[in-house]
């Protein structure tokens, strides 16, 4: 999986635009690689953060993703 789909992933999941399924998919991945949960649980903390100030997903992604300094395409 490109770097950029994995966080496009990530972005569905915590947007609650994802299925059980597929939300079930990545809690098994990240239970596996401790290194990309960290990432996610990173992403998530910021997800959180800027959802109380920001109501619509692409809007928080877009300011998650410069925070952490991912370049949108």
Do not use: C, V
């Amino acid at each position: 999986m490109k770097t950029e789909e994995k966080y496009e992933e990530y972005a569905r999941i915590l947007a609650g635009e994802s299925s059980a399924t597929e939300k079930e998919e990545l809690l098994k991945k990240l239970q596996s690689d401790p290194e990309e949960q960290k990432t996610f649980e990173r992403l998530q903390s910021f997800w959180n953060h800027y959802s109380i100030e920001i109501n619509s997903a692409d809007g928080i992604w877009a300011k998650t993703a410069k925070t952490l300094g991912f370049e949108e395409k």
